[in-house]
């Protein structure tokens, strides 16, 4: 339309007057029709901005309808370095979105200002670049400048270099925004001054996100700041998170937790984010941190459990029962604090709800010291090493596995407490180590154990069938008869011990054990296996008996 023919007008004039040179633009010739190409006017704007002139920069947006944020920023860019902190503030109001409508864009699609998403990249790059100025150093004093200037001139003149183009005052600050190359010796000589700083704070604040202040803190090793202003702004758990591997990648970690005690005493505040730190300690498998975390809390019974985590991954025997003792000393922090009412909600560790679930896990951890040391003191004997794995703190499964193992090492008492503390099926371990203990033909071991069971309430059945395992694999996968005949006086029923017989090709005294309870199925079991061995007189003597008492 007419309004915007002239504004092209307007600025093609801006152009003769301020003696522009656009040969760069690599056109044919320079038309009206130019300055209605976005790309065209986008790099009219950006060669205008490298040479200084940030108005004529300014009018191209503005007439060309194209991004004016470049412009402002640069213009403003420059008055920082020149340490015109509230004109360098208006300029960067017309190119930053402030933080509300930053984060109000990520969060929602209603917002005052359309087409924000695409300026957000652009706000962090600006944003970025003002914090890098600021803490280069102070601001240049134009005075330096000029000096710097003439001795420039100066040695452009001993070097016989052309000086039909001095520098300009402009194009020199054009070099400053080159990237510096310096040590870092030159850069602790300039720290953040409070000016600089409170800058900072400034634009971090007004067009930062949270992030982007917590890292600006960090960087600068400012940790009180940040912490404090994780609760003051009730931050989410993840920033603290940051906060908390940064302070452990510069080795302040250890300040960090004198921080958070100083500012809260009681933690109450920082609860949250320590249960945060913690679930992300334990993701990344660092135990030591955890069980620091968790003490720092007051969280007693999660120490306990990382504490037999370590012990599962620990190799020595030492080490594995001096963390089971550590457990156990967190598990009594914890139940003096429940008994006093002292512990936090957060502590119960979800299965801890009462007293008597904690005395028990102690019992548990107790247990398995014992185990611990046992196994150790029978390192010789044991000639599979035990898996590191094979702990009571697995299922029942894993409980009976060891009771078994324990039982075939003679230790009659530790299995039974075992059996007894987990109320394990008796029967089966026993079973299962009687075979083991009679495949090893370890006669003497058999007879200890039978004897200190025999002392318990145990069923007569269950009895038996325990000792009749034994005869069996004695007599038939030993093939040693003669020591499995002298379990026989060990069964307690009359048909047990006809089995017995049998097993150990007894079948004249099966016969005679039959007839004594007036069994005739026994007696006819006895006839089928002397039939099957051919014992002719015990067959005999078994017809005969059926006859009479057909």
């Known amino acids: 339309d007419c309004d915007t ?4 007008v307007d600025l093609l004039q801006e152009f003769l007057i301020s003696n522009v040179d656009l040969s760069s633009l690599n056109l044919p010739e320079v038309t009206l029709s130019n300055f209605s190409n976005p790309q065209i006017s ?13 108005e004529l920069a300014i009018s191209v947006s503005a007439k060309c309808n194209i991004e004016s944020e470049p412009a402002w920023a640069a213009w403003g860019i420059s008055l920082l370095k020149l340490g ?5 503030k208006e300029k960067f109001e017309f190119c930053l979105l402030t933080s509300e409508l930053v984060q109000g864009d990520e969060t929602t699609n209603d917002n005052p200002r359309r087409g924000t998403s695409g300026r957000i990249n652009r706000n962090q790059v600006i944003l970025k670049k003002i914090i890098s100025v600021l803490e280069s150093g102070p601001p240049i004093e134009v005075e330096d400048a000029k000096d710097k200037k003439r001795k420039i001139g100066i040695e452009m003149k001993n070097k016989k270099k052309s000086s039909s183009d001095p520098m300009s005052f402009e194009s020199y600050f054009k070099v400053l925004q080159m990237k510096p190359t310096v040590s870092k010796n030159i850069v602790k000589k300039h720290p953040l001054d ?3 700083y409170m800058q900072c704070i400034y634009y971090l604040q007004r067009y930062g996100t949270p992030g982007d202040l917590v890292a600006f803190w960090l960087k600068h090793f400012f940790l009180e700041d940040a912490v404090r202003y994780v609760i003051n702004a009730k931050l989410e758990p993840e920033i603290f998170i940051e906060i908390v591997a940064n302070a452990l990648a510069t080795h302040h970690l250890h300040m960090l937790i004198e921080i958070i005690q100083r500012v809260d005493p009681t933690l109450e505040q920082y609860m949250t984010y320590l249960t945060a730190a913690c679930q992300w300690f334990s993701k990344n498998s660092m135990w030591t941190l955890l069980l620091e975390f968790q003490l720092l809390m007051g969280d007693y019974f999660r120490a306990g459990l990382t504490k037999i985590k370590m012990f599962l991954l620990a190799g020595s025997v030492s080490e594995r029962v001096e963390h089971l003792k550590k457990a156990a000393e967190h598990f009594e922090e914890g139940l003096l604090a429940m008994e006093n009412n002292e512990i936090r909600e957060v502590a119960y560790a979800g299965k801890f709800r009462t007293v008597e679930d904690v005395r028990r896990y102690i019992k548990m951890i107790k247990l398995q010291i014992e185990v611990e040391e046992y196994f150790y003191s029978q390192r010789n004997i044991i000639v599979s090493a035990l898996p590191k794995d094979r702990t009571l703190f697995k299922d029942n499964l894993e409980r009976s596995n060891i009771a078994e193992m324990i039982l075939v090492l003679s230790n009659f008492d530790l299995a039974y407490r075992i059996i007894q503390e987990f109320r394990l099926s008796m029967v089966p371990i026993y079973l299962n180590s009687f075979s083991r203990l009679a495949k090893k033909k370890s006669t003497k071991k058999i007879r200890e154990l039978l004897k200190n069971l025999r002392g318990m309430l145990m069923d007569d059945e269950d009895w038996d069938e325990i000792v009749i395992t034994i005869i069996k694999i004695y007599s038939l996968d030993k093939n040693d008869r003669k020591t ?3 379990f026989i006086p060990m069964l307690l029923n ?9 097993f150990c090709h007894k079948f004249r005294l099966a016969y005679v054990e039959a007839v004594q309870v007036a069994d005739v199925s026994l007696v006819e079991r006895v006839l089928e296996d002397s039939e099957r061995y051919d014992v002719k007189r015990v067959v005999m003597m078994c017809l005969q008996y059926l006859q009479q008492n057909e």
């Open 42 to 54: 986008r790099k009219l704007r950006d060669m205008m901005i490298v040479q200084d002139r940030i």
């Open 194 to 196: 409070r000016s600089r």
């Open 84 to 88: 015109k902190y509230r004109e360098a």
């Open 5 to 8: 023919f002239l504004a092209k």
């Open 494 to 502: 009359p048909n047990k011990k006809v089995e017995g017989f049998l």
């Open 484 to 486: 499995a005949e002298t």
